[in-house]
């Protein structure tokens, strides 16, 4: 099992940065890809960000790449979400999500097993 609680969400305007935190509990999380997503109102939830079990490898979606980086700390058990030049189409609920059956993030929401209940961030232009 692993229990999730993001944090670092809030209001800001284009343009400006924000650090999402993942907390994790539980035993798994070091075993652990895990990924970034969001969900716009009206929209699918989408694939933002994965990162591998290690923190060797990252994947990233198209429409955040050079301006979002994922990264964690396995000795603290959390991931973090660096997002900078951020654009009012970024404003949605930001979710991580733990997939303990795998060693590397990918973007397949199926393999995520484990969810947040999300942070909201909203970019005003």
């Known amino acids: 099992q692993v229990q999730l609680v993001e944090s670092g969400g809030g209001l800001v305007q284009a343009g400006g940065s924000l650090r999402l935190s993942c907390a994790a509990s539980g035993r798994t999380f070091q075993n652990s890809a895990m990924g970034w997503f969001r969900q716009a109102p009206g929209k699918e939830r989408e694939f933002v960000a994965g990162i591998s079990r290690s923190g060797g490898s990252t994947y990233y979606a198209d429409f955040v790449r050079g301006r979002f980086a994922i990264s964690r700390d396995n000795a603290k058990n959390t991931v973090y979400l660096q997002m900078n030049m951020l654009k009012p189409e970024d404003t949605a609920v930001y979710y991580c999500?733990?997939?303990?059956?795998?060693?590397?993030?990918?973007?397949?929401?199926?393999?995520?097993?484990?969810w947040g209940q999300g942070t909201q961030v909203t970019v005003s232009s």
């Open positions: 999500a733990a997939a303990p059956s795998y060693s590397s993030g990918s973007s397949n929401i199926a393999r995520y097993n484990y």
